[in-house]
């Protein structure tokens, strides 16, 4: 991506946000990220980061972007346009844009992000939809090779993805690293209903913990002990929220993982299988323990089988970015997401509610209010 790209957020703080984001994904070997500070010659830092979203933006320089930006207000550049029209949800405002400058629909923002990508953030199926039908390219990824099918997969859209795949949008891009694919987004965030949709399409790639996420045992017992269990792991996280890590080649490593990746999605038989063949069920290979994972989704089947098989339901660990969970318990996850089937099966079967987490000192009730779930909060208090 060589062209100028439009500027339409008025919020310095947005590009600030970006060019953090281009930097992680740089450094995860994103190729087209990386492909952004070889154009500007910018070193891999948050100086050299600032420096590409100035220059890809058509400023010299961060101060020169934030003239830039204080215009945006003013703007009546068609694709700042498009984009309030995504914003306020408003069919008939894109449409006014799109017929009267047919070009924008091509046109790229920060990072890459065209009207089509922006559109699918919102999941709005009638803005999508409408961009479609003006040529917009399905298969079209920004700087980090993110696609709108990779959106519909990391919000558990069906019905957009549905949209987005008859139309042409391809189930084997990458994003983010290796084996970045839409179902391995799915996978991530244990969104089943997207991932069932895309598995069927091809298991890409078909690695250990992808074979998990789905729940296919044959496959499972298949893959371990050979490479391509821990092949195409270059993906690791959706977003520089998360803190930067290296997949390894050490074959436990990628059982252990796999256990994680088939607690979220509620695989309880491919937990037995991937335990059956050594995965370790206190790993946490990158935050979150199988069990943590099992919490936060709610999956209490999966919950129960972990601790069937012998985990700790006071085990601490990681999870999300590291000012969210050190030191935490599956009951401070399940509590913090107001999962209320999983706080209950964990209080069945001896999760303390006492413990308190190491970063914030909080026990599980004190999650849960400060998340905003008092049906939460009021169980764990009166426990």
Same mark, same amino acid.
């Given at each position: 991506?060589?062209?100028?790209?439009?500027?339409?957020?008025?919020?310095?703080?947005?590009?600030?946000?970006?060019? #953090?984001?281009?930097?992680?994904? !740089?450094?995860?070997?994103?190729?087209?990220?990386?492909?952004?500070?070889?154009?500007?010659?910018?070193?891999?830092?948050?100086?050299?980061?600032?420096?590409?979203?100035?220059?890809?933006?058509?400023?010299?320089?961060? &101060?020169?972007?934030?003239?830039?930006?204080?215009?945006?207000?003013?703007?009546?550049?068609?694709?700042?346009?498009?984009?309030?029209?995504?914003?306020?949800?408003?069919?008939?405002?894109?449409?006014?844009?799109?017929?009267?400058?047919?070009?924008?629909?091509?046109?790229?923002?920060?990072?890459?992000?065209?009207?089509?990508?922006?559109?699918?953030?919102?999941?709005?199926? +009638?803005?999508?939809?409408?961009?479609?039908?003006?040529?917009?390219?399905?298969?079209?990824?920004?700087?980090?090779?993110?696609?709108?099918?990779?959106?519909?997969?990391?919000?558990?859209?069906?019905?957009?993805?549905?949209?987005?795949?008859?139309?042409? !949008?391809?189930?084997?891009?990458?994003?983010?690293?290796?084996?970045?694919?839409?179902?391995?987004?799915?996978?991530?965030?244990?969104?089943?209903?997207?991932?069932?949709?895309?598995? &069927?399409?091809?298991?890409?790639?078909?690695?250990? +913990?992808?074979?998990?996420?789905?729940?296919?045992?044959?496959?499972?017992?298949?893959?371990?002990?050979? &490479?391509?269990? @821990?092949?195409?792991?270059?993906?690791?996280?959706?977003?520089?929220?998360?803190?930067?890590?290296? &997949? @390894?080649?050490?074959?436990?490593?990628?059982?252990?993982?796999?256990?994680?990746?088939?607690?979220?999605?509620?695989?309880?038989?491919?937990?037995?299988?991937?335990? +059956?063949?050594?995965?370790?069920?206190?790993?946490?290979?990158?935050?979150?323990?199988?069990?943590?994972?099992?919490?936060?989704?709610?999956?209490?089947?999966?919950?129960?089988?972990?601790?069937?098989? @012998?985990?700790?339901?006071? #085990?601490?660990?990681?999870?999300?970015?590291?000012?969210?969970?050190?030191?935490?318990?599956?009951?401070?996850?399940?509590?913090?997401?107001?999962?209320?089937?999983?706080?209950?099966?964990?209080?069945?079967?001896?999760?303390?509610?006492?413990?308190?987490?190491?970063?914030?000192?909080?026990?599980?009730?004190?999650?849960?209010?400060?998340?905003?779930?008092?049906?939460?909060?009021?169980?764990?208090?009166?426990?």
């Amino acid at each position: 991506m060589s062209e100028v790209v439009h500027a339409y957020q008025t919020d310095l703080d947005y590009y600030e946000g970006r060019a #953090a984001g281009l930097l992680a994904s !740089a450094r995860d070997g994103t190729p087209g990220a990386v492909a952004a500070f070889e154009r500007a010659a910018a070193p891999l830092s948050e100086p050299g980061a600032r420096l590409v979203v100035a220059h890809e933006h058509g400023a010299a320089d961060w &101060p020169a972007l934030r003239a830039l930006v204080a215009g945006i207000e003013r703007s009546d550049d068609p694709f700042v346009r498009g984009y309030r029209a995504l914003e306020a949800h408003d069919v008939a405002g894109l449409r006014a844009v799109l017929a009267a400058e047919p070009h924008v629909v091509v046109a790229r923002g920060t990072n890459g992000n065209d009207l089509l990508g922006m559109a699918a953030a919102t999941g709005d199926e +009638r803005l999508v939809r409408l961009l479609l039908v003006h040529g917009a390219d399905v298969e079209r990824g920004n700087v980090h090779g993110w696609t709108p099918l990779h959106q519909a997969a990391y919000a558990n859209q069906s019905a957009l993805a549905r949209l987005l795949l008859a139309a042409g !949008a391809r189930v084997d891009v990458a994003a983010r690293g290796a084996g970045g694919t839409p179902l391995v987004v799915a996978l991530f965030w244990g969104n089943v209903e997207v991932a069932e949709l895309l598995a &069927p399409l091809g298991l890409v790639p078909r690695n250990l +913990r992808v074979a998990a996420g789905i729940g296919d045992v044959a496959l499972i017992d298949a893959l371990v002990g050979t &490479p391509a269990a @821990g092949a195409e792991r270059g993906f690791y996280r959706p977003h520089g929220g998360f803190p930067d890590w290296r &997949p @390894g080649d050490d074959p436990q490593q990628a059982l252990d993982e796999a256990l994680a990746w088939a607690a979220r999605s509620g695989r309880a038989d491919a937990l037995a299988a991937l335990a +059956r063949h050594g995965a370790r069920l206190d790993a946490d290979v990158y935050r979150g323990t199988a069990l943590a994972w099992a919490a936060v989704r709610g999956q209490v089947g999966a919950i129960r089988r972990l601790l069937e098989l @012998g985990a700790d339901p006071n #085990a601490r660990g990681t999870f999300g970015g590291p000012t969210h969970g050190e030191g935490v318990t599956a009951l401070h996850l399940a509590a913090g997401a107001g999962e209320l089937a999983a706080i209950e099966a964990l209080l069945e079967l001896g999760a303390d509610p006492s413990l308190r987490d190491a970063l914030h000192d909080g026990d599980a009730a004190g999650w849960a209010a400060h998340a905003g779930h008092e049906p939460a909060r009021a169980r764990l208090a009166g426990r």
